[in-house]
Nanobody
Framework: QLQLVESGGGLVQTGGSLGLSCAAS????????MGWYRQAPGKQREMVAI???????NYADSAMGRFTISRDNAKNTVFLRMNSLKPEDTAVYYC?????????????WGQGTQVTVSS
């Protein structure tokens, strides 16, 4: 079983920046794709950014040019740097990871961290 622990959320003003991090531990699984998703009140969870083990990234249109995802494979950690934040970025941000056993993939989620952008 893989545990994902997020940190770095908080309250920031419009135009400000925040950094999130998520550390994976507790398993011998190879961690493949890692990513960040978010869920605002009354809305479905949506992908923000994902990164493969070799560093290939994919961003939601809303995050493109403002957010940067990165990872440290040695530490099984994924980061999200968020700049030029807007009130519509307010949501609970969830870390996601795919663990590979050698035969199948499993998906894991963190507990979520609140990001609030004030106008």
């Amino acid at each position: 079983q893989l545990q994902l622990v997020e940190s770095g959320g908080g309250l920031v003003q419009t135009g400000g920046s925040l950094g999130l991090s998520c550390a994976a531990s507790g398993s011998r699984l190879v961690i493949a794709t890692m990513g960040w998703y978010r869920q605002a009140p009354g809305k479905q969870r949506e992908m923000v950014a994902i990164i493969t083990r070799d560093g290939t990234t994919n961003y939601a249109d809303s995050a493109m040019g403002r957010f940067t995802i990165s990872r440290d494979n040695a530490k099984n950690t994924v980061f999200l740097r968020m700049n030029s934040l807007k009130p519509e970025d307010t949501a609970v941000y969830y870390c996601n990871a795919q663990g590979y056993s050698g035969t199948y993939y499993s998906t894991y989620w963190g507990q979520g961290t609140q990001v609030t952008v004030s106008s």
